[in-house]
């Protein structure tokens, strides 16, 4: 009953039109009042200065910075013309290019969104120019900046680590096999498609020359998650750290290009100010929300409702993977991790699930959230970007949504996926 009270109230809050930070917040006060912990209301405000008091969140804003100077110092340009060189001449080259793009910003920016803006508006006009088709350009570019959530550095793996306690730089590693399994299934569907549908490949070989320029440029930008990943994982840096020098590193590499302005600057600055913004005023009432959960023993009762259904790792994984995907069609992203981080982690740890391997499949079913209507911000994202019409978007995006769903199947029942690298690196 406390569980239905809790979760009815904030679904109630939503449907009306509530934003999700305050219907945390409210839902949270709502259930102790009528529960009659009224002496628990004094904590509301304490909590959420706590829950901003971590270290770790200090290089959420960091990394959004990252990104944007690379995005405004040409970075972004350099790394699609460094994939394109790579690709070569297969079928549906600029297909490929988008996929091969997004995996390669998603090691830059640790942003879907960020991903997408970036990648489409660049790629998608430039697919319809050779005559892709609208749709299938915003299918593809939507499916592909999914990566953005899981290949590190992963935005959404550092507030998983905050929230669910665990090491943030064993959560990295955690995520990168399933994000390269992910990037690969995704071009072999594009490349499959490209050779079905006839679609162009490039217009002529790159010279010896043009390679080596695009290798130096390209290397130059695919630095910074290395960067990011070895440092945390020879225990030079904190991930935090990380966050400045891949500012630092950023700033460096886009001085050098000359491209920064004084007016791309000051945009810059204001995009990281808003996109930070917007995360931690959505975490300051997630934390109260969570204290709850976990101070009235609701998180107890859920896994003792989970193990009156079963108490088999594989069943459970089953049923929370389908809760996920159906709950994603009506919940933000960001909704999603604040609200259910706290609750599903620790249950699925109770019948033996590590969260080194659940956290790659709870964001691999985020990033699918983000595609699927009517709140998939991605999906309405690229689909005005390319002007087509939302159900042919949607239809194209059909055949990279069943990949997704493979790579999330093998992800979540062969473990070795996501816990080989933490365990042997970490």
Not at 263 to 292: C, D, H, M, R, Y
Not at 301 to 309: M, N
Request: hydrophobic content about 55%; charged content about 10%; some cysteine.
């Amino acid at each position: 009953m406390d569980i239905f009270i809790l979760f009815s109230s904030l679904l109630f809050l939503m449907l009306i039109g509530v934003p999700v930070t305050f219907s945390m917040g409210m839902a949270a006060a709502f259930y102790l009042t009528v529960t009659g912990q009224l002496d628990m209301l004094v904590m509301l405000p304490l909590q959420m200065v706590v829950g901003l008091e971590h270290y770790g969140l200090m290089a959420i804003p960091l990394f959004f910075l990252a990104g944007a100077i690379m995005t405004s110092g040409g970075l972004t340009a350099r790394l699609l013309h460094f994939s394109r060189v790579l690709i070569g001449r297969v079928p549906g080259s600029l297909s490929m290019v988008n996929v091969t793009g997004s995996m390669f910003f998603a090691g830059v920016s640790g942003s879907c969104v960020a991903d997408t803006s970036a990648i489409g508006s660049v790629l998608i006009p430039a697919m319809k120019k050779e005559g892709y088709s609208a749709a299938y350009a915003a299918a593809v570019t939507g499916a592909s900046s999914t990566v953005g959530h899981i290949i590190p550095p992963s935005i959404a793996m550092i507030v998983i680590g905050v929230m669910a306690e665990v090491p943030i730089g064993s959560l990295f590693l955690a995520g990168a096999l399933p994000g390269l399994l992910l990037g690969v299934g995704l071009m072999g569907l594009s490349l499959w498609l490209s050779i079905a549908r006839d679609y162009p490949r490039a217009p002529r070989r790159s010279t010896g020359r043009e390679i080596l320029d695009a290798t130096v440029s390209g290397l130059s930008a695919l630095a910074m998650p290395a960067i990011v990943v070895g440092g945390i994982l020879f225990g030079v840096v904190t991930v935090t750290e990380t966050g400045v020098l891949a500012c630092i590193y950023a700033l460096l590499v886009s001085l050098s290009y000359r491209e920064l302005t004084l007016k791309s600057t000051w945009e810059f600055f204001v995009e990281t100010s808003q996109g930070a913004g917007n995360l931690l005023i959505l975490l300051a009432p997630a934390s109260f929300f969570s204290w709850v959960v976990l101070n009235t023993g609701m998180g107890d009762q859920l896994v003792d409702l989970i193990g009156a259904i079963s108490t088999d790792p594989q069943t459970v994984m089953l049923l929370v993977i389908v809760f996920l995907l159906i709950i994603g069609c009506g919940l933000d992203t960001l909704g999603m991790v604040f609200i259910f981080v706290p609750v599903l982690f620790p249950a699925v740890e109770a019948v033996g699930i590590d969260p080194l391997h659940f956290a790659p499949v709870f964001v691999l079913c985020l990033g699918i959230a983000l595609l699927t209507p009517p709140v998939g911000i991605i999906l309405f994202m690229v689909t005005n970007m390319s002007g087509a019409p939302l159900t042919e978007v949607i239809r194209e995006s059909l055949p990279f949504f069943l990949i997704q769903l493979i790579v999330l199947a093998l992800v979540a029942y062969v473990p070795f996926l996501s816990t080989w690298l933490p365990g042997t690196l970490m």
